[in-house]
């Protein structure tokens, strides 16, 4: 019972790590970022769920599978590592179809053989069929594995809907450019590079759904002589589209048209107070961008 315990001890660690490690993740994001400001915490916490819904779905199958490989002679870490790699869909697919076939023992000699078998090749006995019956019945082994496991892909399924359709409705999702807290864009952006280093906030990109807005936060550290400078160039310009330079702190809300600049703009501060201030572009059908953005 002990040995069997100690065996189990070092899967138990590897599961509460892989938890941990999931934790500090979404840690070291809130961080480094804004939080999860602008984003209903049910949001996050339902991609929370599904990941870790996951790695149980993928645990509990594989470790039916160890328990099958052990009865069938197979790899018992090879084929569990497959399943937990290959998520549990594929790797159990895999796995049904390589998998080796269940042999009995021949009640005269011992000798391995298959429960389809009428008599054993070794020596030859004839095997009953009431032998086969009692072999077939216990094919059907840790059931509580499975049954773990679909109910955790249940649940990775309930969350991951969950979280696929208030992305998609834009629910709990702040999409105002004006407001004071982060911005989370429901479409995508192209071919995107995006820098701040020393201050100096760089982005380009190729194209963006309508709408799509970019922010970076920056410091005002004295408004009256410190100036916003803004070089920005768009390729591409279809008709109708923009690129809109907003300044957003607090109640204060200043936008610029900056589609069309033939020369760096050069942005008064002074109705700001020092502090953080969200400085976001607004893309709107502008394509082949390439912009420079800093307080100075």
Not at 139 to 164: D, R, Y
Not at 206 to 228: H, N, W, Y
């Amino acid at each position: 019972m002990n040995h069997t315990k100690n065996k189990k001890f070092p899967f138990y660690i590897s599961i509460a790590i892989i938890f941990l490690l999931i934790v500090l993740r979404f840690g070291v994001y809130y961080l480094k970022s804004d939080g999860f400001s602008g984003l209903s915490m049910l949001i996050p916490v339902m991609l929370l769920c599904f990941i870790v819904f996951t790695l149980l779905t993928s645990a509990f199958f594989a470790a039916w599978v160890y328990q099958d490989c052990k009865k069938r002679g197979d790899d018992p870490l090879l084929w569990p590592l497959v399943c937990l790699i290959a998520t549990p869909f594929i790797g159990l697919l895999i796995y049904f179809l390589r998998r080796s076939e269940i042999k009995g023992s021949c009640p005269a000699c011992g000798h391995k053989i298959s429960l389809k078998a009428k008599y054993c090749e070794e020596c030859g006995t004839p095997v009953k069929k009431e032998d086969n019956n009692v072999m077939v019945k216990q094919e059907t082994h840790h059931l509580k594995f499975i049954v773990a496991g679909i109910v955790s892909m249940a649940l990775m399924l309930i969350c991951l809907t969950g979280f696929i359709v208030s992305a998609a409705t834009g629910n709990g999702i702040n999409t105002n450019v004006a407001s004071n807290d982060r911005i989370w864009n429901s479409g995508v952006i192209n071919m995107s590079y995006s820098t701040y280093i020393g201050d100096v906030w760089k982005l380009k990109f190729r194209s963006a759904s309508d709408g799509f807005v970019k922010e970076q936060s920056m410091t005002i550290t004295d408004p009256d002589t410190q100036l916003l400078h803004a070089d920005v160039s768009c390729g591409t310009v279809p008709e109708g589209a923009t690129l809109v330079l907003w300044l957003v702190q607090g109640e204060v809300v200043r936008s610029v048209d900056i589609t069309d600049l033939s020369e760096p703009l050069e942005y008064s501060l002074n109705e700001f107070e020092n502090g953080k201030v969200h400085v976001r572009l607004q893309i709107n059908g502008v394509e082949n961008t390439v912009s420079e953005i800093y307080i100075k």
